[in-house]
């Protein structure tokens, strides 16, 4: 059996323990990094499986952002948006990466972009 909300704990401002990253449970992660100017920079991710036709898969991460900005309610919220959406291009047989699709939308935003300034 999976554990699940093992971070009910951690809230924003509150300090957490030097080693990193914390797991939540379902892929969610709360990284803890020192800077160089020796503040604590904490942030989500979440860590899932691309298919890729290897016998495991190849691992992934996925930023959804700083604790200072997304508390753990919100960070849940958007991994079960995440995990709805896997398991629907699964049944669909289709793959499923939302690094590569946000890099994808990117990419094209940048194209339409670039179309737009050159007809002005």
């Known amino acids: 059996m999976t554990k699940r909300n093992l971070l009910d704990g951690v809230k ?3 300090t957490t323990p030097e080693n ?10 709360l990284q803890v990094d020192e800077g160089t100017d020796g ?7 979440f860590r899932y499986k691309l298919t890729d036709g290897s016998p495991w ?8 952002g700083s604790i ?3 508390s753990l309610a919100a960070a849940r919220k958007l991994l079960k ?26 990419a094209e935003s940048k ?3 670039s179309r737009t300034k050159r007809r002005r």
């Open 68 to 70: 200072e900005v997304i």
């Open 20 to 29: 990193s990253p914390y797991h939540d449970g379902q892929g969610l992660y």
């Open 111 to 113: 194209i339409s972009r």
């Open 12 to 14: 924003r401002g509150e």
């Open 81 to 106: 948006e995440l995990r709805m959406a896997q398991a629907l291009a699964k049944v669909r047989n289709q793959p499923w990466d939302p690094v590569g699709e946000s890099r994808k939308a990117n």
């Open 57 to 64: 898969g190849t691992q992934k991460y996925k930023g959804l």
């Open 39 to 45: 503040e604590r920079y904490r942030s989500w991710f």
